[in-house]
């Protein structure tokens, strides 16, 4: 974590150069205003991740001996045959595009949002409380 917290903070030293850069040529407040944030967003996730690896075990892309297989193992578990992220894309999608072509869409996009997160929610529940 230590090489992420250090390219965060060097992509935060470059963004603040083009802030300036661009502020100072450009004139433009909106753009000017969006480099700074991002500047800040860059320097809280870079002191984030620089703040925690000094508290985590050392991992192997820290260490310069270290081999690929190092960090090999289980990644997580993904359903292989889900349809329900199917069905939060499509609500998605409705989502926004009624903020662009009319409020209205979000009664067609809500309930598919709904249905979809619930469903990948409890995708995989098979609890004593179960409901059929």
Do not use: C
Not at 103 to 120: C, D, R, T, V
Request: hydrophobic share 55%.
């Amino acid at each position: 974590m230590k090489v992420q917290g250090k390219m965060f903070l060097w992509l935060a030293l470059f963004i603040l150069i083009m802030a300036i850069v661009y502020g100072l040529w450009s004139k433009e407040p909106a753009g000017t205003t969006a480099l700074f944030l991002g500047f800040g967003l860059s320097v809280m996730i870079g002191y984030y991740l620089a703040f925690t690896a000094r508290r985590v075990d050392q991992l192997a892309q820290d260490n310069k001996e270290a081999d690929v297989a190092d960090e090999a193992g289980e990644v997580g578990f993904f359903a292989p045959h889900s349809w329900q992220p199917l069905a939060l894309g499509i609500g998605g999608a409705l989502g926004f595009m009624g903020v662009i072509f009319g409020w209205w869409l979000l009664y067609f996009s809500a309930p598919l949002l709904l249905i979809g997160l619930w469903g990948w929610v409890f995708e995989f529940y098979h609890g004593a409380n179960r409901t059929q």
